[in-house]
DNA sequence: GCAAGGTC
């Protein structure tokens, strides 16, 4: 029996698919598709299913010091049981293995660990090692039919690199957290790719914190020729001659506006007419399309697993790509011509048939692994996607249209005046040929007219204006522009480089979006700047990069390159050692003052945000236990500290972070004032501690104009039922048998009233009613979908939520768990 | 409980 091993599943079933003629039958052993025909067997790996660690003797980072690390052994563990136990128990049987993972070094090095995995189990039978750049019939088939052997040393240029990062990031990662006491769950993590990027972010707000702003003035003339009025912008030349606009002097200014406000007409100097072409855009990498999406709103790790489910559901191609080339067996016009049956954009792609060339543009990277992302011929329905999808679809659709369309093109027309001796200068914009933009309408296309003028030409001049300016900070990074910027600095990589990012969010280094750096983040840059400035640089990097090429052409060893990496980290620790105690203070100064909020009202020591043992937050004081003082906070969304103060309590506002449903909750103690004034109306007592505590259930109204009946113990107590919208709520005389609660009507505009009855049976009714629906409820299920999922046995809402969401995602096709798991999230 | 890199 041949046995051949892929580096994913899906990579598997398009193999065996080819090799097999389409004959090949499928079995799942232990939820591991293995593919079958003729004498052979095809099993996907899913990427790395081992990972590199330190011996068990480490792990205690008590008993532990960290510089220990820094020669302790790597091993090799399992971290995909599954599919070790069943590549193994196939290996045992195979008589050759053909290793058949990704084209590039992390391919190499996965093949490398499949390699040994097999022989543990089987010494003798030969393994062979197949390269193709694309899945295509024709690739795939030569490859077989010639394979070749693994090569080791790149295979070992990877491990350099997983024990360089593990080595680096676990000892400087326990040492930084050590010395600043984080015993529980907060660690302080440090690594090769995350702390440049971080530094990237911290530099930014280092300029903007350093920033001074300078007064400059602009001036204006509206210019007339006949009844075709228009803009122009005075500008000078500078002391090196160069066009300025910006007159830093405001007796100047004023001098100027004085001239052209008086000023009766401007004489036209010159008037340049141009022809600009304005290329469609390269095919989709994975940074490109990241960017893209964002501009449509999607922050990068949701574009990421929104591209992740129309991959796994066959819609688009692998999303996780550097590739800006098409590769040759793409045929642009058969694509076109599948895309040209879709009712939405099908108008589209035949218009684009008509034309007589479909030349697609490319990129500057042509990479081998996988082609850029691209629709398939496999068009879903709109009804079975998302709103979300639907959207990134089209746009991954429209981006395909626009490499095959042509330029667009602009008329810039500059026209210069003369008035009273200071220039006038007016820059216009018109479209004379849409080209792609006619397909894919996410560039701006604004013109700005100017009229046809002639040299000589004498203008009106109706209007002057002066508008007073301040030079700007620098902007924040953007996360899209982030991943850009990683990309330039080769750090991360394609499929990684937006997980850095939520890292950084995880571990309580950035807030907001786009991201701005906390206290902590900014200590960690310092004290990495000050001890171990290789990991704040991208040199890190690009010398890990010069030493794997190096030990992939047989130039270096693997011991060379990880023996000089740690006597470099070894220099490092001997310098650290006695800054410890300083290190660890300054970390942990600035882990507080990202939680606090000032002066606390009942004893003068200080306010700080905390998280209860339910995981809500809350406002505490640090003189606990001495002082009891606490304010509640919203239960949607995380906390963040802004900058500005109150002026009645001088404590910081609070802004809660919660996706779209972001929102500023202002002064925590102001809020509480003014719910303690709202005079909540007071229903009974809370069914959940009222014997106890004596907390009472009320309505109340949240800051984002949710209504709901909730215990007035809250924090403390969380209970709470939801209560409508809109309309007044009468409290009536009637009360509920089982609960006691009084019955509820609700008096909404030009509706008649309409009775809601005891809030307690109302909500479960709600939730029973809910459980009872139809999937096609939920957004994001087609019809399509929804038959697929009754014939698995999940009919209703209800049944859904009962899933395991890998088990569903196993057994019906082009479902992910990701996607099962996002409906249940809509379901409750 | 450490990193970064695959993949889901």
């Given at each position: 029996m041949e046995l051949i091993?892929?580096?994913?599943?899906?990579?598997?079933?398009?193999?065996?698919?080819?090799?097999?003629?389409?004959?090949?039958?499928?079995?799942?052993?232990?939820?591991?598709?293995?593919?079958?025909?003729?004498?052979?067997?095809?099993?996907?790996?899913?990427?790395?299913?081992?990972?590199?660690?330190?011996?068990?003797?480490?792990?205690?980072?008590?008993?532990?010091?960290?510089?220990?690390?820094?020669?302790?052994?790597?091993?090799?563990?399992?971290?995909?049981?599954?599919?070790?136990?069943?590549?193994?128990?196939?290996?045992?049987?195979?008589?050759?293995?053909?290793?058949?993972?990704?084209?590039?070094?992390e391919g190499e090095l996965i093949g490398k660990e499949a390699y040994e995995l097999v022989r543990e189990v089987n010494e003798d039978a030969p393994i062979k090692r197949v390269r193709f750049s694309s899945i295509t019939e024709n690739e795939v088939k030569t490859a077989f039919a010639d394979p070749d052997d693994l090569d080791f040393d790149l295979a070992a240029a990877g491990e350099a690199r997983q024990t360089i990062d593990l080595v680096w990031g676990a000892a400087l990662t326990r040492f930084l957290s050590l010395s600043a006491r984080q015993t529980g769950g907060d660690f302080i993590s440090v690594g090769r790719v995350q702390t440049p990027t971080l530094k990237l972010i911290v530099d930014k707000e280092r300029e903007i914190e350093a920033f001074e702003p300078d007064d400059y003035w602009e001036l204006f003339a509206d210019l007339a020729k006949d009844d075709a009025e228009f803009e122009a912008q005075y500008f000078y030349l500078d002391d090196e001659g160069n066009e300025a606009e910006r007159v830093w002097n405001e007796a100047d200014a004023e001098a100027a506006f004085d001239v052209l406000r008086d000023a009766a007409d401007a004489v036209v100097e010159s008037v340049r007419r141009r022809t600009r072409t304005d290329d469609p855009p390269a095919p989709f990498n994975t940074t490109q399309y990241i960017r893209a999406a964002s501009s449509l709103g999607y922050a990068a790790g949701r574009a990421m697993s929104i591209a992740e489910d129309l991959y796994t559901a066959g819609y688009i191609t692998y999303p996780r790509t550097d590739n800006t080339v098409y590769p040759d067996d793409l045929d642009p016009a058969e694509l076109l011509d599948t895309l040209s049956a879709n009712p939405h954009f099908g108008d589209d792609a035949e218009t684009l048939l008509d034309a007589d060339d479909l030349t697609p543009t490319e990129g500057d990277e042509e990479t081998t692994d996988h082609p850029p992302i691209h629709p398939t011929a496999d068009m879903p329905d709109r009804g079975d996607l998302s709103e979300d999808e639907w959207e990134v679809y089209e746009l991954v659709v429209r981006r395909f249209f626009a490499t095959l369309a042509d330029p667009a093109e602009?008329?810039?027309?500059?026209?210069?005046?003369?008035?009273?001796?200071?220039?006038?200068?007016?820059?216009?914009?018109?479209?004379?040929?849409?080209?792609?933009?006619?397909?894919?309408?996410?560039?701006?296309?604004?013109?700005?007219?100017?009229?046809?003028?002639?040299?000589?030409?004498?203008?009106?001049?109706?209007?002057?204006?002066?508008?007073?300016?301040?030079?700007?900070?620098?902007?924040?990074?953007?996360?899209?522009?982030?991943?850009?910027?990683?990309?330039?600095?080769?750090?991360?990589?394609?499929?990684?480089?937006?997980?850095?990012?939520?890292?950084?969010?995880?571990?309580?280094?950035?807030?907001?979006?786009?991201?701005?750096?906390?206290?902590?983040?900014?200590?960690?840059?310092?004290?990495?700047?000050?001890?171990?400035?290789?990991?704040?640089?991208?040199?890190?990097?690009?010398?890990?990069?010069?030493?794997?090429?190096?030990?992939?052409?047989?130039?270096?060893?693997?011991?060379?390159?990880?023996?000089?990496?740690?006597?470099?980290?070894?220099?490092?620790?001997?310098?650290l050692g006695e800054s410890r105690e300083e290190v660890g203070t300054h970390l942990q100064e600035s882990l507080k003052a990202d939680k606090t909020l000032g002066p606390c009202p009942d004893c003068g020591e200080t306010l700080l945000i905390r998280k209860s043992r339910q995981g809500s937050f809350f406002v505490g004081c640090d003189g606990y236990p001495d002082c009891e003082f606490t304010l509640p906070l919203p239960d949607t969304g995380e906390p963040v500290v802004l900058d500005s103060e109150c002026d009645d309590h001088g404590l910081h506002e609070v802004k809660m972070l919660a996706g779209r449903n972001t929102f500023v909750h202002g002064c925590p103690l102001c809020r509480a004032e003014e719910a303690d004034d709202a005079d909540e109306p007071?229903?009974?007592?809370?069914?959940?501690?009222?014997?106890?505590?004596?907390?009472?259930?009320?309505?109340?109204?949240?800051?984002?104009?949710?209504?709901?009946?909730?215990?007035?113990?809250?924090?403390?107590?969380?209970?709470?039922?939801?209560?409508?919208?809109?309309?007044?709520?009468?409290?009536?005389?009637?009360?509920?048998?089982?609960?006691?609660?009084?019955?509820?009507?609700?008096?909404?505009?030009g509706d008649d009233p309409w009775e809601l009855g005891c809030p307690i049976c109302n909500f479960a009714e709600y939730q029973e009613r809910q459980q009872n629906r139809g999937l096609e409820a939920l957004d994001g299920v087609g019809a399509k979908t929804a038959e697929k999922l009754e014939a698995a046995g999940v009919s209703s809402v209800g049944d859904l939520a009962d899933v395991e969401p890998e088990a569903l995602a196993d057994e019906v096709d082009g479902v992910s768990a990701d996607r099962v798991r996002e409906w249940q999230a809509k379901a409750d």
């Amino acid at each position: 029996m041949e046995l051949i091993i892929t580096e994913k599943n899906n990579a598997a079933r398009r193999i065996a698919d080819i090799l097999s003629d389409g004959g090949a039958s499928t079995e799942r052993d232990a939820g591991v598709n293995v593919y079958e025909w003729g004498g052979k067997r095809c099993v996907g790996l899913s990427g790395h299913v081992v990972g590199v660690d330190f011996p068990a003797e480490y792990s205690d980072w008590r008993d532990v010091e960290p510089a220990e690390l820094v020669h302790a052994d790597v091993t090799k563990t399992a971290t995909k049981e599954d599919i070790v136990n069943v590549l193994q128990r196939l290996a045992e049987r195979a008589d050759d293995v053909v290793i058949a993972t990704d084209y590039d070094r992390e391919g190499e090095l996965i093949g490398k660990e499949a390699y040994e995995l097999v022989r543990e189990v089987n010494e003798d039978a030969p393994i062979k090692r197949v390269r193709f750049s694309s899945i295509t019939e024709n690739e795939v088939k030569t490859a077989f039919a010639d394979p070749d052997d693994l090569d080791f040393d790149l295979a070992a240029a990877g491990e350099a690199r997983q024990t360089i990062d593990l080595v680096w990031g676990a000892a400087l990662t326990r040492f930084l957290s050590l010395s600043a006491r984080q015993t529980g769950g907060d660690f302080i993590s440090v690594g090769r790719v995350q702390t440049p990027t971080l530094k990237l972010i911290v530099d930014k707000e280092r300029e903007i914190e350093a920033f001074e702003p300078d007064d400059y003035w602009e001036l204006f003339a509206d210019l007339a020729k006949d009844d075709a009025e228009f803009e122009a912008q005075y500008f000078y030349l500078d002391d090196e001659g160069n066009e300025a606009e910006r007159v830093w002097n405001e007796a100047d200014a004023e001098a100027a506006f004085d001239v052209l406000r008086d000023a009766a007409d401007a004489v036209v100097e010159s008037v340049r007419r141009r022809t600009r072409t304005d290329d469609p855009p390269a095919p989709f990498n994975t940074t490109q399309y990241i960017r893209a999406a964002s501009s449509l709103g999607y922050a990068a790790g949701r574009a990421m697993s929104i591209a992740e489910d129309l991959y796994t559901a066959g819609y688009i191609t692998y999303p996780r790509t550097d590739n800006t080339v098409y590769p040759d067996d793409l045929d642009p016009a058969e694509l076109l011509d599948t895309l040209s049956a879709n009712p939405h954009f099908g108008d589209d792609a035949e218009t684009l048939l008509d034309a007589d060339d479909l030349t697609p543009t490319e990129g500057d990277e042509e990479t081998t692994d996988h082609p850029p992302i691209h629709p398939t011929a496999d068009m879903p329905d709109r009804g079975d996607l998302s709103e979300d999808e639907w959207e990134v679809y089209e746009l991954v659709v429209r981006r395909f249209f626009a490499t095959l369309a042509d330029p667009a093109e602009w008329a810039h027309l500059r026209v210069v005046a003369d008035c009273e001796g200071l220039q006038l200068k007016a820059n216009g914009r018109r479209l004379l040929d849409e080209g792609y933009h006619a397909v894919y309408p996410y560039f701006g296309t604004d013109e700005n007219h100017v009229p046809a003028v002639e040299e000589g030409d004498v203008l009106d001049v109706s209007d002057a204006r002066i508008e007073a300016k301040q030079t700007q900070p620098p902007r924040r990074y953007g996360q899209s522009r982030l991943i850009e910027t990683m990309e330039d600095m080769g750090i991360g990589t394609k499929a990684t480089r937006h997980n850095t990012i939520e890292k950084l969010y995880d571990r309580g280094y950035i807030e907001d979006d786009p991201p701005k750096p906390t206290r902590l983040a900014m200590a960690v840059v310092e004290a990495a700047e000050e001890y171990a400035d290789m990991l704040v640089s991208e040199e890190m990097t690009a010398e890990l990069e010069a030493d794997m090429a190096a030990i992939a052409s047989g130039e270096k060893t693997y011991d060379e390159v990880t023996q000089e990496s740690r006597d470099l980290l070894d220099r490092i620790f001997d310098s650290l050692g006695e800054s410890r105690e300083e290190v660890g203070t300054h970390l942990q100064e600035s882990l507080k003052a990202d939680k606090t909020l000032g002066p606390c009202p009942d004893c003068g020591e200080t306010l700080l945000i905390r998280k209860s043992r339910q995981g809500s937050f809350f406002v505490g004081c640090d003189g606990y236990p001495d002082c009891e003082f606490t304010l509640p906070l919203p239960d949607t969304g995380e906390p963040v500290v802004l900058d500005s103060e109150c002026d009645d309590h001088g404590l910081h506002e609070v802004k809660m972070l919660a996706g779209r449903n972001t929102f500023v909750h202002g002064c925590p103690l102001c809020r509480a004032e003014e719910a303690d004034d709202a005079d909540e109306p007071v229903l009974g007592p809370c069914p959940e501690c009222g014997h106890e505590h004596d907390g009472e259930l009320r309505i109340k109204t949240l800051r984002n104009g949710n209504r709901l009946v909730g215990c007035s113990r809250y924090p403390d107590c969380e209970y709470s039922l939801p209560l409508p919208r809109h309309g007044d709520i009468e409290i009536t005389d009637e009360s509920c048998d089982e609960h006691g609660l009084p019955k509820l009507v609700v008096h909404d505009e030009g509706d008649d009233p309409w009775e809601l009855g005891c809030p307690i049976c109302n909500f479960a009714e709600y939730q029973e009613r809910q459980q009872n629906r139809g999937l096609e409820a939920l957004d994001g299920v087609g019809a399509k979908t929804a038959e697929k999922l009754e014939a698995a046995g999940v009919s209703s809402v209800g049944d859904l939520a009962d899933v395991e969401p890998e088990a569903l995602a196993d057994e019906v096709d082009g479902v992910s768990a990701d996607r099962v798991r996002e409906w249940q999230a809509k379901a409750d």
